[in-house]
């Protein structure tokens, strides 16, 4: 009977602390974001498109580039909607982050790549 009371005190101790932590997780969570070099993306396709143009080219050989330029636009769009629903997290340009930790490791992952695999360039 001696070691009931100490073992019972024990485990409401711990039952309570795990309440408790559930309860500030919950009510303390983390942000999920991402982060994208959305700029890179534009400059790959930039080159791209520049190698195109070429002087004389007909008004419609024009349009045909511009034409592909605004359907890479919406691919990109298309392919950071993706990302985040698969993580379910917000997706911020990396141009946006003023400043990381010198390690380079703020919890905010890279998918700048798996845009890329989104759009076949990889």
């Known amino acids: 009977m001696s070691m009931i009371r100490p073992l019972a005190v024990g485990f409401l101790s711990v039952l309570v602390s795990v309440a408790i932590g559930l309860m500030w ?3 303390h969570p983390v942000p999920r974001m991402a982060r994208v070099d959305v700029g890179s993306l534009y400059e790959e396709q930039k080159k ?3 190698a195109r143009l070429k002087p004389g080219m007909t008004e419609d050989e024009q349009k045909a580039v511009f034409q ?5 636009g919406k691919r990109v769009d298309e392919a950071l909607s993706t990302v985040a629903r ?7 340009n ?5 400043r990381l930790p010198d390690s380079g490791d703020a919890g905010i992952t890279d998918a700048t790549d798996r845009v890329r695999l989104i759009l076949g360039q990889q």
Do not use: P
């Open 86 to 92: 698969e993580c379910k997290c917000a997706v911020l």
């Open 68 to 72: 592909a330029a605004t359907d890479y």
């Open 48 to 50: 791209t498109l520049s």
């Open 25 to 27: 997780s919950r009510s």
């Open 94 to 98: 990396t141009a946006a982050i003023v």
